[in-house]
């Protein structure tokens, strides 16, 4: 029976995997489902595409290399999607909004995520297209479907230390489970100590009487020393999967005690000094009820509070200081009911939120912030096939309320959303979806308050900002075969009427606001392909983005098209792994500012030894690059045209070793589902 399954292997080439009780096979077929037959289970292709996302089954040696979660998702290279495993986080293409990560349907913590074990993940369900029961800033949900343990105790450790800089992070975690109850406790630290960056600028100031005055801002001095710390402790109760409880106490602490650069402005020396403290803790309980067969209702309410203090000090041309003691309240509650037909499941939703913010600002900046914004959400939605097209569509409805002494405002939104995939045969398919959603400014943005950012530039906030609504449309077409996936997207983004930067002047300086106005639009082309080399052994990865972005404003309109590539090539050799990459990073031009983020390519190498429990790695980033350009930001107003860059010693020839170790014993705990999470991190405060 070996040598036949071989053979079929070999004359179709394509990949299956066959389980039986005692035995494990594979071979190749073009089936993209999954087929249960009693003690036989057959699994088909690493990916398979949905309406609103895809599935993927990652490769035994894949898992293997990999230390943690996000070293996981860097080697599986998601389309649109950027990972730094240094700094752990997550981003997507173009910015298009945040990336949601969770385990069994949780939403995970970075600590979770780089105690997770890549060993024991089953799937990942990458959804690019939410539905109106997520928030409409989130682009990608990525959620890590999990063995859970086979433990009555786990312990483990992680850590990341660079050998070049003085950058790293630790997390340790212990967690127990007895009948249907399980308690985990994790804390984790992070730094970081530089002095090696450099900013320069070059400042242009077209003054009321038409001269133009040359101002030229340059460090001598960079020190940024920053500190964070994060313990949660988390109570789960799983009761055969027809109840499912879960309460966390968890509490963030972010201090950095040290910003400071001496500047050359014009031939004279000048100090900048900033330095800040944030407090975060917050309860968070989730429960998720059968109410019948095939019927669910789940309830979440987090209570957060976020308590910060700030002071800023520069003497560029005259002393200016002043400091921030912020307080900031939130409530978030939501219930979901959901109905699990044969072929369609129903859920509708009901969320509130509600946020209080009492932020004072003392010195120069002298100004009294009270601020409250409670938003309304009310949703339904079917997801379903209809024969062999998948689809989901729904609609919500959002009321947002604002309030800032006198000022306030309504602001009411239906927001329709509507996802289709029809495969098209042949390892084809084809998605298509629409969506209105609401677009609110940060609130920092509108608060009522003025900071001095220099001897010549003024920030300030507008209450007067509206919410708006933004309407996207995208079409992606993929193929799937057993050793390549390809995909093509093309996708708008419409913005009328929204917050758009705006200077102006007012007596000798310069005043930099926002108001709504014209349009930000963005037009992108994103193509990507994943080859399977050897599979299991060799794999290529790559991607390449066109982003156009077009700005009016009332009185200035900008048009920039930018060009993003990526590539990752990986070998898995038995406990051994190899990779190299290289990312040009994403332009974009949002108003008047051009920001290049990333403004020439960085590229990295990396090696990766897995024995057991124990796992190792070095990697090194930006090698013959002494002294990187990190940033190069540009103003191209009228009125202020300012050319920032800036230059990081740490960046260039950057080595970082990492390790992970884990130990399990006892028996397996029931995984969670959970389906929902809400959280609070947003203060209120303007910077300058």
Known sequence: ????????????????????????????????????????????????????????????????????????????????????VVNHSVVSAANLGSVELRINGLVCSKNELIALDPRRVVRIDVID??????????????????????????LGASAMQAL??????????????????????????????????RNSETAEYRLADGTTKRMERRDLSNHYARQGHELQAIYSFVDSGRTTLQAKLSGELSRTPTNEQLRLVDDAET??????????????????????????????????????????????????????????????????????????????????????????????????????????????????????????????????????????????LVRPKLNVGVPLGGGWKLRYSFELNPHVSQVARTGDVSLRVNSMELNVGNPDIRPVAAMTHNLTLSLQRSRLYAQTSAFTKMNHHPNMEQWLRQDS?????????????????????????????????????????????????????SVQFAALLQAFLGSWSLSAGIDTGARMMEGETRGLGQPRPTWNLSARYRHKSFSVGLTAYNLFLWNPLTVEN???????????????????????????????????????????????????????
């Not at 928030?135 to 999990?146: K, L, P, R, W």
């Not at 860059?645 to 589902?673: E, Q, S």
Request: proline share 1%; aromatic share 12%; with cysteine.
């Open 271 to 412: 100090v900048r000094r900033n330095s800040s403290r944030t407090l975060t803790p917050a309860i968070d309980v989730y429960l998720r009820q059968a109410m019948g067969r095939s019927q669910w209702l789940t309830a979440n309410v987090v209570g957060t509070f976020i308590g910060s203090r700030s002071e800023d000090f520069f003497d560029e041309g005259s002393a200016y200081q002043y400091s921030v003691e912020g307080r900031t309240w939130s409530l978030a509650t939501e219930a979901i009911y959901e109905w699990q037909l044969r072929a369609t499941t129903l859920s509708a939703g009901l969320r509130y939120q509600q946020k209080y913010m009492d932020n004072e600002y003392s010195g120069d900046a002298s100004a009294v912030n009270l601020m409250r914004r409670s938003n309304l959400y009310a949703f339904a939605q079917a997801s379903g096939r209809l024969g062999a097209v998948s689809y989901a569509a729904g609609v919500g409805a959002t009321r947002i309320y604002f309030r800032q002494d006198s000022r306030h405002y309504d602001f009411f």
């Open 164 to 197: 070049t800089a003085a950058i790293g992070d630790a997390e340790v975690y212990g967690k127990v489970n007895r009948g249907l109850s399980e308690l985990l406790l994790s804390y984790g630290f992070g730094y970081i100590d530089s002095k090696g960056s």
């Open 509 to 561: 300086l310069f005043v930099y606001t926002q108001r709504n106005q014209g349009h930000i639009n963005l037009y992108a082309w994103m193509s990507y392909a994943q080859w399977q080399i050897v599979p299991g052994r060799l794999s290529a990865t790559g991607s390449l983005n066109v982003f156009t972005c077009d700005n009016k404003g009332d009185d200035y309109s900008h048009l920039y098209t």
């Open 634 to 688: 540009e103003v191209m107003n009228d009125m202020v045209h300012k050319l920032t860059t800036v230059r990081d010693r740490t960046a260039g020839n950057r080595l970082t070793i990492d390790f992970t170790w884990r130990l399990d014993h006892g028996r397996r705990y029931k995984k969670i589902d959970r389906t929902m999470q809400n959280r609070d991190s947003e203060t209120g405060i303007l910077t300058n």
């Open 129 to 154: 297209r939410p539905g109106v029961r997520h928030d409409a800033d989130v682009a990608v949900v990525i959620d890590f479907i999990v063995r859970r343990d086979d433990a009555g105790y786990s």
């Open 1 to 84: 029976m070996n040598r036949t399954i071989l053979l079929l292997a070999l004359l179709i080439g394509e990949t299956i995997e066959i389980q039986f009780s005692c035995f494990h096979f594979q071979f190749s077929s073009s089936r993209a489902q999954e087929v249960a037959l009693k003690e036989v289970e057959v699994k088909g292709a690493r990916v398979v595409a949905k309406a609103d996302g895809q599935t993927l089954w990652p490769d035994a040696a894949v898992k293997e290399a990999s230390a943690d979660g996000y070293q996981l998702l860097q080697r599986l290279s998601l389309p649109g999607l950027t990972v730094d």
